[in-house]
């Protein structure tokens, strides 16, 4: 059977109503696609919690949670990933890129631009909606 990995992702968007896209490094599962920055529950922590870790840990930057906002379960060969994406404020720092390849800021029409982990489709085709 499959191990289950559940996974929170972080929507940041900016004050020019962009959103913050990362590219996964060569070195990652599921190379050179896009994610929203964030990463795996760690035992007994609540999805503001590890949104808050994941970001000051892989972005160097403080972020604040605001509200759950997509919550997908999505199967790959190996493993099954639930991914739920929060929406987040940036706080304080600027988001560096240290595990991932690259970070761009994009506006919701653009999000379709990219090649995206199939796991986070389902919130950027809601991202998009959203406007």
């Not at 404020?89 to 994009?106: C, F, N, Q, R």
Request: aromatic share 6%; with cysteine.
């Amino acid at each position: 059977m499959k191990k289950l990995v559940k996974v929170v992702g972080a929507i940041i968007e900016n004050e020019n109503n962009e959103i913050l896209c990362a590219l996964r490094s060569p070195d990652m599962s599921l190379p050179n696609l896009w994610e929203f920055p964030g990463g795996k529950l760690e035992s007994g922590e609540g999805y503001k919690e590890a949104i808050e870790r994941e970001i000051m840990e892989e972005l160097g930057c403080s972020v604040r949670f605001i509200d759950i906002f997509n919550d997908n379960t999505h199967e790959y060969d190996a493993f099954i990933v639930n991914l739920v994406t929060v929406k987040c404020i940036l706080v304080s720092g600027t988001p560096t890129a240290s595990e991932h390849s690259k970070l761009i800021w994009l506006k919701r029409e653009n999000l379709n631009s990219l090649k995206w982990a199939p796991a986070d489709i389902p919130a950027v085709e809601e991202l998009i909606e959203e406007k």
